[in-house]
């Protein structure tokens, strides 16, 4: 089965610049993660949408927001961009959400920040 | 909140054991999650534990205790290609969502 796709897989924005990015889970899956991750820093949570609800909320500014459509697909978007954003984002698809069968992940977009 | 404590890294030779350990302090905890990340890769999926004990696949092991908030991936016959990042995480709270530790960078060496 088709795994976890994450488009673009590289993006170079200027500061205060918007970006949106998008995921596309493995079929059959309704919950979406996204985290960040940055080097030393493990990965960041950062929101889950399931059945097209946001779930759950990380510790992240409002510059940070998503959305999940319909067929599960998942839009993660980052407005008013700074340096300190540069980052892998990470999404990762599952079920129900739930940890026991694991997470699949994206091969994430790297998002540079100038 | 929560928080997980691993070492940052840690290096075998090939052939070797090797033991990463994750503590955690977490409310409403329900288990254990461990994910190995190569340089430029997906993390990918290793084990679960939710009850206290030891689980094995393969060459690969996970231990829980959750009275003592501590758990470890245990590697045995290791590889030149398990050099990677291994991530200690923990399911916890309502919505039982994914929260992970830094990481642990394990170097093989030949």
């Known amino acids: 089965k088709a795994g976890v796709t994450q488009t673009p897989r590289y993006l170079i924005k200027t500061r205060g610049q918007q970006v949106t990015l998008s995921c596309s889970p493995i079929?059959?899956?309704?919950?979406v993660s996204w985290y960040q991750q940055t080097p030393g820093q493990g990965l960041q949570f950062l929101f889950e949408?399931?059945?097209?609800?946001?779930?759950n909320k990380g510790n992240f500014p409002g510059r940070f927001s998503g959305r999940q459509f319909s067929n599960s697909r998942s839009e993660m978007n980052v407005s008013t961009l700074e340096l300190g954003d540069s980052a892998l984002y990470l999404c990762?698809?599952?079920?129900?959400?739930?940890?026991?069968?694991?997470?699949?992940f994206g091969s994430g977009t790297r998002l540079t920040v100038v | 909140g929560q928080s997980l404590e691993q070492p940052s890294e840690v290096t075998a030779v090939e052939g070797a054991i090797v033991q990463i350990n994750c503590t955690y302090q977490?409310?409403?905890?329900?288990?254990l999650s461990w994910y190995q990340q190569h340089d430029g890769g997906a993390p990918t999926f290793l084990s679960y534990?939710?009850?206290?004990g030891l689980e094995e696949t393969g060459r690969f092991s996970s231990f829980l205790s959750r009275s003592d908030s501590y758990g470890y991936l245990l590697l045995q016959e290791l590889q030149m290609k398990d050099s990677a990042s291994y991530f200690c995480?923990?399911?916890?709270?309502?919505?039982?969502?994914?929260?992970f530790g830094s990481g642990t960078q394990l170097t093989v060496l030949p």
């Open positions: 995480a923990v399911s916890s709270g309502s919505a039982r969502q994914l929260t």
């Open positions: 990762a698809s599952s079920l129900e959400g739930q940890a026991n069968y694991g997470y699949t």
């Open positions: 534990n939710a009850l206290d």
């Open positions: 949408y399931f059945s097209e609800t946001q779930r």
């Open positions: 977490t409310s409403g905890f329900y288990g």
């Open positions: 079929s059959g899956h309704r919950s």
